[in-house]
């Protein structure tokens, strides 16, 4: 029986190298390296990973690494010679009203993008509240817009 760093790294690989769109794929694909587990521990074993479940552009959904903002292979073959035709992570705008950010994505991209600020907790954000599409960020009081931006930056690289 393989331990659970090995299983996570081979997850992240599943993911990476290959366009999944159910647990059971993954599960079989775990099940074929070698791997002992169930489809609940499949399940922790993601959320850990903090790999999210997208729309793909076909309408199905599939898996990603939010921290590579991709589904492996599927990605770089769709962006081909035009990288405009992917917007990483998602993101299309960002607009203030006082002490609000509205972030506008691409469908199911805004909790992945919010779970990703609330877990790094900057101090200029008291928390976000996701939809589907649209991350409502509230901001410290005396944050200007600026200060706003460059504390968003980590997690909208195209800000």
């Not at 521990?41 to 999210?52: E, F, G, N, P, V």
């Not at 199905?60 to 962006?79: A, F, H, N, T």
């Not at 900057?122 to 600026?146: F, K, Y």
Request: no cysteine; aromatic share 6%.
């Amino acid at each position: 029986m393989k331990n659970k760093a090995a299983r996570l790294q081979s997850i992240r690989e599943i993911i990476i190298h290959s366009r999944v769109k159910s647990q059971e794929e993954i599960l079989q694909k775990l099940i074929e390296q070698g791997f002992d587990l169930t489809q609940a521990t499949l399940s922790r074993d993601l959320k850990q990973l903090r790999i999210a479940k997208v729309p793909g552009n076909d309408g199905s959904y599939v898996y990603i690494m939010p921290e590579i903002g991709s589904v492996g292979k599927l990605m770089q073959e769709k962006m081909g010679d035009n990288p405009q035709r992917h917007i990483p992570g998602g993101f299309i705008s960002i607009n203030f009203s006082g002490n609000l950010a509205v972030i506008k994505t691409r469908p199911g991209y805004a909790g992945s993008l919010a779970y990703d600020i609330d877990s790094n907790t900057p101090p200029e954000v008291l928390g976000t509240i996701a939809g589907d599409d649209t991350v409502l960020v509230i901001l410290e009081e005396h944050i200007n817009h600026q200060q706003a931006l460059l504390a968003l930056s980590p997690f909208i690289p195209e800000v």
